[in-house]
């Protein structure tokens, strides 16, 4: 795949990310009274969507001599930390942690 495609597709899965986050925010607003209630989950949804973002950004910065671009061992990388974080959220949070988001 081409590396502008890969770029077109990450940006229109993290719009997709922010859109959903806005509705499930109104969606929260309206079942209990607030959009934010500073739960451990919430807060490391953020920290997901924050690392994600970054990683976005970072895939249109181009090419120069002080940053090379993304090799694929560097976008391997920042992929599979990703998906730590994202199963840390998942996993960890609702497991190590009490919220009203826990099991």
């Known amino acids: 795949m081409r590396s502008t495609v890969r770029r077109e597709i990450c940006a229109l899965r993290f719009l997709r990310i922010l859109r959903r986050d806005g ?4 969606l929260a607003y309206y079942a209990w009274g607030s959009y934010w209630v ?4 919430e807060i490391w949804s953020v920290i997901v969507w924050i690392y994600f973002a970054t990683l976005t ?3 249109f910065i181009p090419a120069q001599e002080e940053w090379p671009g993304w090799t694929k061992r560097l976008e391997m990388g920042a992929t599979a ?6 199963l840390l959220t ?4 609702s497991l190590l942690l009490r919220s009203s988001h826990s099991f």
Do not use: Q
């Open 23 to 26: 509705v499930r925010g109104d």
């Open 38 to 41: 500073w739960t451990p989950k």
């Open 57 to 59: 950004h970072l895939k």
């Open 81 to 86: 930390a990703g998906y730590g974080v994202v």
């Open 90 to 93: 998942f996993l960890g949070v």
